[in-house]
């Protein structure tokens, strides 16, 4: 049987959370929607409390998970917690529908995903407000990309991949002094293989964009009845009925810089802003997270070598791997010791196998 709690401490945490994006929310709108977002899923606590025949009193504390998040948003921008409470709304919305359930109550607006309950109060605000929602939704697409997210699965990838090669070298060598040379090799060329991949990825995709967007300028300028005709397509599409979609259409081509944002957001679905990133920052911030992985399995052959080394190489990529695995958690919410042993497992068959193959072939080779 599920335990309640759990639910409890979920919901107990989004309110912790909300509370605190409201309170560093310059904008006095959004503010507004953080703050009803925490007094909703502090009532969804309470009802699991009832449903469970629990006192108010055994309300729980946030926890070490919701206070980990408030230091990071504290160090990298309170985005970061926005992005993982919306993680969560699948199954925050679930825990509610099963509390309103056992009380055999009507379900509410309330109990649906978040991203429902923000556009129900959102609708709701003073129209002068539009600015602000604009922001908020701005903030809440870029979030997809969780750049933390990336940094944890970045050290992830290269502690397991070095892991794995350091200890093939190990099993072949017995320890010695060449599996520090190979452990800086494949660091270093998995590091330069992520940051190139990286940069490659970002760049060709600004190139792709761009040069969509320039096209798109040329068809404005060459050809502004054809384009004016597809935007009125498009606005029919929608829904708007025709007679208005075409007088839209009219109003937007009539100011050709304007009519440019409009159609690559319509017609190409491109979001300019997603274009400023910069491809060296990207490579760089992946071929650093990627080298942090990686020198955790080497640390212990710059003082030693053999047997003690394999042992201690070991005990330092089972440790990494742990905290990689609790890290995650962040994002997941799972228990923290399961994550990390099945982190810890994982690592450790893959570089068990490939010590396997390097004793083998030491073998052979002797």
């Known amino acids: 049987m599920k335990d309640p709690m759990k639910n409890i401490q979920t919901e107990i945490d989004a309110s912790y959370l909300y509370s605190i994006l409201a309170r560093n929310e310059d904008d006095k709108v959004i503010a507004s929607v953080f703050e009803q977002m925490s007094e909703i899923e502090k009532s969804h606590a309470v009802a699991f409390l009832k449903s469970n025949n629990i006192p108010e009193s055994g309300l729980p504390q946030p926890s070490w998970r919701a206070r980990t ?31 309103r359930l056992k009380m055999d109550s009507k379900v509410s607006l309330s109990d649906t995903a978040h991203v429902k309950i923000l556009q129900n109060i959102l609708k709701n605000q003073d129209r002068n407000a539009q600015t602000s929602i604009a922001r908020f939704e701005k903030s809440h697409r870029s979030i997809g990309g969780n750049a933390l997210r990336a940094a944890v699965l970045g050290g992830n990838d290269g502690l397991i991949s070095n892991f794995s090669l350091v200890m093939g070298i190990a099993g072949a060598t017995g320890g010695k002094q060449e599996v520090l040379i190979a452990g800086l090799a494949g660091l270093m060329a998995g590091a330069l293989s992520m ?101 955790i399995p080497v640390i212990p052959y710059f003082f030693m070598t053999g047997s003690i ?13 742990f905290l990689i695995g609790a890290s995650i958690t962040l994002f997941t919410g799972k228990n923290v010791w399961y994550s990390g042993f099945r982190q810890i497992l994982f690592g450790l068959v893959a570089a068990g196998i490939t010590y396997g193959i390097g004793s083998m072939v030491g073998a052979n080779l002797i």
Not at 207 to 217: K, R, T
């Open 69 to 99: 998040l408030h230091t990071i948003g504290k160090i990298f921008g309170y985005d970061y917690i926005l992005g993982v409470l919306l993680d969560t709304e699948k199954s925050l919305a679930n825990s509610a529908l099963t509390a």
């Open 309 to 321: 080394a394999i042992l201690t190489s070991c005990i330092f990529s089972a440790l990494g791997l």
């Open 195 to 295: 940051a190139m991949g990286e940069w490659i990825s970002v760049k060709s995709s600004q190139e792709l964009y761009e040069n969509q967007m320039e096209l798109e300028m040329e068809e404005l300028e060459h050809n502004p009845e054809g384009e004016e005709k597809e935007l009125a397509l498009i606005y029919i599409t929608k829904g708007i009925p025709e007679e208005q979609a075409r007088r839209m259409a009219a109003e937007v081509i009539a100011d050709k810089e304007h009519a440019h944002e409009i159609l690559i957001k319509e017609e190409l679905g491109i979001n300019p802003e997603e274009l400023k990133g910069s491809p060296m920052e990207a490579a760089f911030f992946s071929f650093v997270m990627f080298a942090i992985g990686a020198i």
